[in-house]
């Protein structure tokens, strides 16, 4: 029978006739599709072979607020820790504009070429505003988006930055078992999180630019004191002396500040990230930094101090969430707060009133 819309009227639109049910084109598709959900154990073994579909679905667990993700995500960290720690891990910061996506596309690509392989992270707490586009976002990336050995990921969605950055963490661990021997963690120069991303890497890069000869002015002492190098970028075209001055002001400010833990002077230098001029002498540094620190042990010291730091962020995070989760706290703590305002309490004895109330309640589960 001839379809209706096989009519003149439809001229150019010719429909066939279909059949009751289509042959599977992909005889796997279906198969796929069921199995959305992988046990615990399946996930490490994805993870360990370097599967990135599977540690992504991973990292997704580890993002998602939702309790019973967030068990199976602790048990493949626990599962894959044995196999992490093998990266280099590198902080990069500047402010927004400094050109830090256009140059991780061209440090990144640097590191594959030498057949490195990548994965691009980020903080950002703030991301809901953009929706999750401000960092990572695999568009801002254009080359290293196309390479197989490069993992992008953008940051967990918007949270507390303590909750933000206990995500990322957790991420490392899972690249590194997935065999990533760099990992970037990537932040807005602009606030905490660059405490937050020094806490997790072993070397931490300021990306600045050369601007009108005040460039120092409006960068907070301490992320310059957290770098372990500070580059300055667009060192191409007329900007060259530019960046080159800036590049002596920053040397001479920084020998002012003390010597830091690592025994090792951070440096500064300049480039292009987008010509890719200077780019191995950046890479040059990181290890000649991570050889240094090797040898005189801070390397290690260093990551001992952050898995202790965590550790108690961790217990920290959980306390808070749980005391100001619990009913009983949640049904005093307005009326308490109320009476802080009008003086009827001071703010310590309202503090111990709702910890006692936490305290009682617990004790009588
Ligand atoms: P981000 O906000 O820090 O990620 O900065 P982007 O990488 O998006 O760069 C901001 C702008 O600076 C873009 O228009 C880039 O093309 C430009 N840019 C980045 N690197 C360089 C560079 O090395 N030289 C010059 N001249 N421009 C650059």
Redesign the pocket.
């Known amino acids: 029978m001839k379809h209706p819309k096989n009519d003149d009227l439809y001229k150019g639109l010719k429909v066939n006739k279909g059949v009751a049910d289509a042959p599977t084109v992909n005889p796997y598709l279906k198969k796929r599709l069921r199995r959305t959900e992988y046990t615990p154990a399946e996930f490490v073994e994805g993870i360990l072979k370097g599967n990135i579909t599977i540690l992504s679905q991973a990292v997704t667990l580890v993002e998602s607020a939702r309790q019973e993700h967030q068990q199976v995500a602790q048990e493949i960290i626990e599962k894959c820790l044995p196999y992490a720690g093998n990266s280099i891990r590198i902080g990069i910061t500047?402010?927004?504009?400094?050109?830090?996506?256009?140059?991780?596309?061209?440090f990144g690509m640097q590191l594959l070429n030498e057949g490195k392989k990548l994965a691009v992270l980020a903080i950002d707490p703030s991301s809901e505003r953009s929706k999750g586009s401000?960092?990572g976002d695999k568009t801002?990336m254009e080359e290293l988006s196309r390479e197989k050995n490069a993992f992008i990921r953008p940051s967990p969605s918007a949270g507390s930055l303590g909750g933000v950055a206990r995500k990322t963490r957790e991420t490392i661990v899972l690249c590194e078992a997935a065999g990533f021997d760099s990992v970037f963690v990537?932040t807005?120069g602009v606030g905490q999180s660059e405490t937050a991303v020094h806490s997790m890497v072993d070397f931490f890069l300021l990306?600045q630019l050369a601007g009108t000869g005040d460039e120092l002015q409006g960068i907070k002492r301490g992320i310059m004191e957290m770098a372990d190098g500070i580059i300055i970028?667009?060192?191409?075209?007329d900007?060259i002396e530019k960046a080159n001055l800036a590049a002596s002001q920053f040397w001479n400010a920084l020998h002012l500040f003390p010597m830091p833990d690592s025994g090792w002077t951070p440096k500064v230098l300049t480039?292009?990230?987008?010509?890719?001029?200077g780019i191995k002498e950046i890479w040059d540094m990181v290890n000649e930094y991570v050889a240094f620190t090797k040898q005189n042990g801070y390397f290690s010291l260093k990551r001992n101090k952050q898995a202790k730091y965590w550790m108690y962020e961790s217990i920290n995070d959980t306390l808070r969430d749980t005391f100001y989760h619990n009913p009983a706290v949640e049904g005093l703590l307005k009326e308490t707060e109320r009476k802080v305002l009008n003086n009827e309490l001071s703010s310590f004895i309202g503090a111990k009133q709702m910890i006692d109330v936490f305290l009682n309640d617990l004790s009588c589960k």
Do not use: Q
């Open positions: 500047g402010v927004p504009g400094a050109g830090k996506s256009t140059s991780i596309d061209a401000i960092l801002r990537e807005v990306i970028n667009k060192a191409d075209g900007n480039y292009s990230g987008y010509y890719k001029l």
